[in-house]
């Protein structure tokens, strides 16, 4: 959270202020996404941390070495003493598992370009466009979005 308590990301709350992952930033939980999955197993990006096994969708985009990528592209890309967040060293891989649910979240989705329109989870800078059409397409971090661009 933007006051440094740590909350799982399924009791972040509309109108919460979170950490944005970068230097005095911090952003407004404009919209809480819950999307439930109906598959009985799904392929899934697992990044375990220090705080924890993140787990994610493989195209969802974080903040790696100064650039937006996709999970599953970070997880090619991630050398150990790469800095994501602070930490050296991580151990990050794709598994297929029963998921009932992923949570996101939109940062700042009523003022883009206000921030850097992410939030810190596990340790992680995701990217919070959540499913907002304007910031998914002025901000396209994702491979659908750039090819849409």
């Known amino acids: 959270m933007a006051d440094g308590t740590l909350v799982q ?34 392929v899934v990006a697992v990044v375990s941390t220090p705080f924890g096994d993140l787990v994610g969708t493989p195209s969802h985009p974080i903040y790696l070495n100064g650039q937006w990528m996709e999970l599953e592209q970070a997880l090619d890309d991630y050398q150990d003493g790469d800095q994501t967040a602070g930490f050296e060293s991580i151990e990050a891989y794709l598994e297929t598992r029963p998921v009932d649910v992923f949570y996101n979240l939109e940062i700042d989705g009523d003022s883009p370009g206000s921030s850097s329109h992410s939030y810190v989870v596990n340790g992680v800078i995701a990217s919070g466009l959540g499913d907002n059409l304007a910031l998914n397409t002025q901000f396209a971090r994702q491979k659908f979005w750039k090819a849409e661009a």
Do not use: M, N, R
């Open 9 to 42: 990301l399924s009791d972040v709350k509309l109108g919460d202020y979170v950490f944005t992952g970068f230097p005095g930033q911090t952003g407004l939980v404009t919209e809480v996404l819950v999307h439930k999955v109906l598959a009985e197993e799904v």
